[in-house]
């Protein structure tokens, strides 16, 4: 009788092991499809010839965009714009950025090359990614009338948001994002309609904002990490510099610094501005995924933003201090 139990006990035993490593082997094969899949979907969002109509939805608002993209001779080019206000226009080469605002009139120019698409921004480096987000594949449903793989990016602390895209079957284009902030949702964007060509005429990918005189532009000037004044002493693991850029506003030519973090999948700015006066207000802010956070630093205003809880923008901010440019 104790021999038998012992039998029982054991056979339980080895049900259980076999079913963990079944398990384990499910889930390490779901996280490398996953991967399978971004991959595919990052590739098909630089190298394919398309348009379509996207809607955003933040904070219980909708904005909707068309959206051009062309890839011809190995280089892309991209095109954005809004048919709702705010009125804006997006241009992406292969050497810069411009942001076209008619309700301002200005123009916005970041003279870099922009190697990632302004709409369906996905990670290059999934290895490194991973020490900070866990990837799952889902269920085939559909969006745009199209079926679409689940895909989910869950990070690994709370210093970041989870993202869920829905990437076609067919093209292998993401048709939907979603940011998620624990269990809630707190944006979107979502292909309305999607229309895959051979090629994008030059004019499609062509501004249409008439500029005259009038305008104004702002122009980026890109300067070497090494001549950065300031220590990011409070950034979360994983998160690095992207760039340093320099922009000059106002009729006085003021200067605000721009620094870029990311880690792969959230991108967090960092504004520091001259302080035009002694008396501000500063409190978080929210508009759908961006939090912002804004302290005052000696004679400079600080303004960190970006698509990450609270928290996260709060303590980069918090660690930003002015060191003692090199050689003095």
Known sequence: MIFAKLRIFHFIVWILMIMAIATEGYAGDSESEAKIWLNDARLAGSKLNYRGIVSYMKDKQIESLHVFHGF?????QERLLSVNTPMREVIRTADKVTCYYPDSKSISVDNKP????????????????????TFSLGEV????????????????????????LWIDVESKLPLKFEWIDGQQVVEEFIFNSLSLEKSIPVEELSPSTQVDETWKTKQHETLPAESLLWTLDRVPDGFHMISY??????????????????????????????????????????IGAINTYTRKLDKYLVTVMGEAPEKTVQSIGDGIHLQEPTGK
């Open 141 to 164: 449903e559909h969006v745009a009338k199209r079926p679409a793989r689940l895909v989910t990016i869950q990070p690994k602390d709370d210093m970041r948001y989870g993202r869920k």
């Open 72 to 76: 011809n001779n190995g280089i892309e």
């Open 245 to 286: 850029t320099r922009l000059k506003r106002g009729a006085n030519n003021r200067v605000i610094d721009h620094i870029l973090l990311s880690d792969g999948i959230s991108s967090i700015s960092i504004y520091i501005d001259q302080l035009m006066s002694e008396i501000f207000t500063a409190q978080p802010r929210k």
């Open 114 to 133: 922009s190697k990632r698409s302004l709409l369906l921004d996905l990670p290059t480096d999934l290895s490194e990614i991973s020490k900070h987000y």
